[in-house]
């Protein structure tokens, strides 16, 4: 386990229609993070947990967005009746508690709806 | 409302050159200030500072933080094309009960052969 890994890398889907992406953290990190990053912005928190405890979300995420880590391993974003606004890369990050080296990024997910 | 300001936006330099790149931040409860390089994918890490007037140094690259003023900035010196990314600039800031990451909208940076 030598990164933060992100499934798919890639997704195109149809307006409407409904993603899950997956992210699996570093192992022994129990802190696990959801951004969005649009062309020439800065990623964008969407939210963040805690072991399995989903303890903030942004304003940015709307009842379309579901995030769940059942067991505080890895953890899914699912976007329901997605839109062409959602189309940006989705990015995972993991840490541990009291890690003083930042937040370890994933490859990220890429979604385009069309 | 928490904010994070990075300049320039864009940046295209020739091999060897030096490069400064700035970010100021409005923020309650600063913890951290961090740099990471971002290529096609995933953003790297860079720097960690926590601490005004300490400079941390990695390679050709540098970096600074100033708590007073509320800005840090990015050196890096003889670039090189490999030095091609976009650098975000991310503070670390306690918002709903929870630290977490803000960004800047990141400098892009082009070094020409």
């Known amino acids: 386990d030598t990164g933060v890994s992100q499934n798919p890398r890639h997704k195109i889907t149809k307006r409407g229609q409904n993603v899950t992406f997956r992210c699996d953290p570093i192992s022994e990190h129990n802190r696990l993070y959801w951004y969005r990053q649009t062309l020439g912005q800065g990623p964008e928190f969407l939210t963040y947990f805690q072991n399995e405890a989903q303890l903030e979300k942004s304003r940015l995420l709307s009842d379309r967005f579901s995030a769940e880590r059942p067991k505080g391993s890895f953890s899914t974003l699912e976007i329901q009746r997605t839109e062409q606004g959602d189309s940006a890369m989705y990015l995972c990050?993991?840490?541990?508690?009291?890690?003083?080296?930042?937040?370890?990024f994933g490859s990220g997910t890429r979604l385009t709806v069309v | 409302e928490d904010k994070v300001v990075q300049s320039p936006l864009s940046l295209v330099v020739h091999e060897g050159d030096t490069v400064t790149l700035n970010c100021s931040y409005e923020v309650t409860n600063f913890r951290s200030l961090l740099w990471y390089k971002q290529e096609k994918k995933a953003p790297t890490f860079l720097f960690m500072l926590?601490?005004?007037?300490i400079e941390k140094k990695s390679g050709r690259l540098s970096s600074i933080l100033d708590k007073k003023e509320l800005f840090s900035i990015l050196n890096i010196t003889a670039t090189q094309t490999g030095d091609s990314a976009i650098y975000l600039c991310?503070?670390?800031?306690?918002?709903?009960?929870?630290?977490?990451?803000?960004f800047g909208t990141g400098t892009r940076l082009k070094v020409l052969a």
């Open positions: 991310a503070v670390e800031a306690l918002g709903a009960g929870t630290y977490k990451y803000i």
């Open positions: 990050a993991s840490a541990e508690w009291g890690e003083i080296s930042g937040y370890t």
């Open positions: 926590t601490s005004s007037g």
